[in-house]
């Protein structure tokens, strides 16, 4: 038995030594169900979100890929860090996949970070909300949700001002102050950038009530409005009818085709490094793919 499994490890060994470039997931948050007290560490059965889905993809086709160790619910700054580290200690070129508050990290590094800009090959942000979000103004407008939030941010291992951070007016700030940065990593890295809006808005009724007035008839996820994930330079996507928890939930029930999607992200990217599209790997699409990725 453990032959066989030696084996199998050295098979796919090879299979990833064979790609020419690796993935690098930088999820967004509740990518875990552990919660922290103290030093004590618990686990919740609660949704998770992963890139199960792309991650099974990209092992099939025998190109690496792994997940940055970052804690989802810390702040920016630190998490930037590991993504810097992570991309300087692969040996290969590295293409950065991340969602939602992920995407906001990997900007950071790559902002603050320009010496890995020449070995990442490309950059695909789903569901990022660089400009902020509406739920983050609602939580850090009032001290009782703006301490229920700090507190479950901690309670979640993070230091709590990630919040702060997602804030409209905090992001925007950001972003105007780094823009000339961005368009220097837009202009050399291939980016990707995938916008949604859910297909049910809610009723007018409703639309006045707290928290839920941050949907009310602006074109949003549920999570983070539309316009808040593009990014200035980057090549923009839009689909209709996909949720937040859409774009990464683990089991994906929603007819939007995740695979197809970022095969189509991958494509450019390996015709824009390499100069010629790899039959293999970039050029299946889906059945649904046309159908699912409008530009």
Request: glycine share 6%; net charge neutral.
């Amino acid at each position: 038995m453990s032959f066989l499994f030696s084996l199998l490890l050295t098979l796919i060994s090879s299979a990833s030594a064979e790609s020419p470039y690796e993935v690098l997931f930088v999820p967004g948050m509740h990518t875990d169900s552990n919660f922290k007290v103290g030093s004590f560490e618990f686990w919740l059965p609660l949704p998770r979100l992963s890139f199960k889905d792309i991650s099974h993809y990209l092992d099939e086709e025998g190109i690496a890929n792994h997940f940055a160790p970052i804690e989802a619910e810390a702040n920016i700054e630190p998490n930037s860090e590991v993504i810097r580290r992570e991309v300087k200690k692969s040996d290969k070129p590295v293409f950065i996949v991340a969602h939602s508050r992920g995407g906001v990290d990997a900007l950071e590094a790559l902002i603050r970070f320009p010496e890995i800009r020449e070995k990442v090959i490309g950059f695909y942000a789903i569901q990022s909300p660089f400009w902020g979000t509406d739920l983050s103004d609602f939580l850090e407008r009032h001290e009782f949700t703006r301490d229920l939030a700090k507190n479950y941010l901690k309670f979640r291992g993070g230091e709590g001002r990630l919040v702060h951070q997602l804030t409209t007016k905090r992001r925007s700030q950001y972003m105007l102050a780094h823009a000339t940065e961005i368009q220097k990593i837009t202009a050399m890295i291939p980016t990707f950038t995938l916008a949604t809006r859910m297909s049910v808005l809610v009723p007018k009724p409703l639309r006045g009530v707290q928290p839920i007035h941050w949907v009310g008839n602006l074109s949003s996820d549920g999570v983070v409005p539309t316009s808040s994930m593009y990014l200035p330079g980057a090549k923009a996507y839009f689909v209709n009818g996909v949720d937040h928890l859409t774009g990464i939930l683990r089991v994906n029930e929603n007819p939007f085709s995740r695979v197809a999607a970022f095969k189509e992200m991958l494509r450019q990217v390996v015709t824009s490094r390499f100069g010629t599209e790899d039959e293999t790997l970039a050029n299946r699409e889906s059945q649904n793919q046309k159908e699912t990725i409008t530009h």
